[in-house]
């Protein structure tokens, strides 16, 4: 059934084979690793009960794969050492052989932060066997990047712990059959204005492949015990991100474990001085994520013992952007503008002002660009969705700015303040630019041409530019006046005081001043005009 209300399909057959794996728990010696708020890593969580202590407490393990050197001596020394039992992925053979390549680049880059630490291999890929009639990719005693012949577009990952320690045992990722259409269709929209490759419905080879490296390298890191840090994009700000060379330094991001998207900041100039429109390799922070993970301290045999030791690794980064951790937010109770999914730089209105700059190049270029291959409009109908779901994105970012909170995980003798308010002029700057950008309706968004030429459906749905218009409009008045947005304003004024504050009261002046001005002026209101009010 259809979300337990209309029936899909009764009374169809179905065979399922099933199998279920049970594993022997890892040997006892594995050093598990006391996890620390402020470093993105998955955990395991129990509770401990003791005698020594004042009641109960919950004790948190980073999850890691056990990694011990083969040659100690040699790897205490600063050699590189391969490890006893390296990380060893086994690759589907039905995968198409250049991804079965690309899945070789991903591992290597993390490789690379192995090697920072001493370890030389650590992470190995090798192709299903094929006359191993022991061998099954659905055991969990081996790890898999499978190949699924799915319609879906993603890539997913799931992760297996001993939950007495945090040590991983077994990891798998599922590479969905049609993710070459979710690459296509971003580097379309993010990066077409510059970029002549980028304008046609069939990737090249060599495109995809940077992009599939790129959003591969992120589940693999899952599968190491990292999670998501959403605050990677805003280590670097957006003219560092358009500056000649530093994306292919630096990349997009400090960290690939941020929900990246490909450069929607560069201009035609900036991307022909070499900048890179996709993260190529894993950030600053990554590496030193996988120092703190899995690096060695010879004179700690006990998770206490470490403990103090990584503590001062992370507080010596304490306070540099490049090294904070931004933890995924609730999709209905964002609070930190700085963990953001799929924004790029520090400053959401100047990037969100250069990604519809490139928007509107290519809404106003794409039916020259793919006239010819989409002959029947079939994919124009579709990618109008695409393209108000990728303004909505973009509009979040800015204003996530307004009531704002930058919440730090603190520990004691950090600098960061634990809370604090997004300044009054970012807020009041961010509200400015909503007005002058979705109040006052775009004509290069819903005045194409492309749209006169391909009537958009979504789900058997006819839309009008109008109805868009007027839906977009109203989802960003709701979510910018909504109660939570509104209250944590107060809350702000209550702390800073009103002067220091961007108060509910200015915010709806501002806003008021700006859609009733013709009428004010004693002008007639186009249909535009009249929806703003309505909405508003």
Known sequence: SLFGIFKMVEDKPLTALVKRTFLKLPDEGFISREADARVGTAYSQYIEFSGDLQGSRNRYYANRWRLEPKDKDAFLSGKLSEPQKPIVFYVDNTFPEKWQEYISRSVAQWNKAFEKIGYKDAIRTKIYPQNDSTFNDTNLKYSCIRYVISPSEGI???????????????????????????????????????????????????????????????????????????????????????????????????????????????????????????????????????????????????????????????????????????????????????????????????????????????????????????????????????????????????????????????????????????PKEIQKESVKYLIEEVFIVPEWLFGAEVWKKSYPIQMGVEYSPYTVARELQYATFYNLLKDERLLRMFDSEATLGRTKSYTPEEMFADIHNVIFASSKAGRNLSIYERMTQKNF
């Open 156 to 422: 997913n990952d799931n992760v297996w712990t001993d939950p007495r320690t945090g040590e991983i045992i077994s990891a798998n990722i599922y590479i969905c059959h049609n993710l070459p259409m979710q690459i296509q269709r971003d580097r379309l929209l993010q990066t077409a204005a510059y970029d002549k490759s980028a304008r046609t419905l069939t990737l090249n080879e060599e495109d995809f492949g940077k992009a599939f490296v790129s959003m591969l390298m992120r589940n693999i890191g899952h599968c190491l015990g990292l999670t998501d840090n959403l605050a990677g994009s805003a280590a670097y700000s957006a003219d560092s991100l358009r500056s000649a060379g530093f994306t292919k330094e630096k990349g997009l991001s400090s960290s690939v474990m941020d929900d990246l998207t490909f450069n929607y900041l560069l201009s035609a100039d900036h991307y022909k001085k070499g900048d890179s429109w996709c993260q190529e390799s894993i950030g600053e922070y990554d590496y030193w994520a996988i120092r703190w993970l899995y690096g060695s301290f010879s004179n700690a045999d006990t998770p206490e013992k470490e403990s103090a030791m990584l503590k001062k690794l992370v507080s010596e980064k304490s306070g540099n952007p490049v090294y904070m951790y931004g933890k995924r937010q609730n999709r209905r109770a964002f609070y930190d503008p700085r963990s953001m999914s799929r924004d790029l730089g520090n400053n959401a209105v100047e990037s969100v002002g250069f990604a519809f700059k490139n928007l509107s190049e290519v809404i106003a270029g794409m039916n020259n660009w793919i006239d010819k291959q989409d002959y029947d409009y079939s994919f124009r109908k579709v990618i109008y969705g695409y393209i108000i779901n990728q303004v909505y994105d973009y509009m979040i970012h800015v204003f996530q700015n307004v009531g704002g909170i930058y919440i730090n995980e603190k520990y004691a003798g950090d600098p960061n303040p634990t809370y604090q308010s997004v």
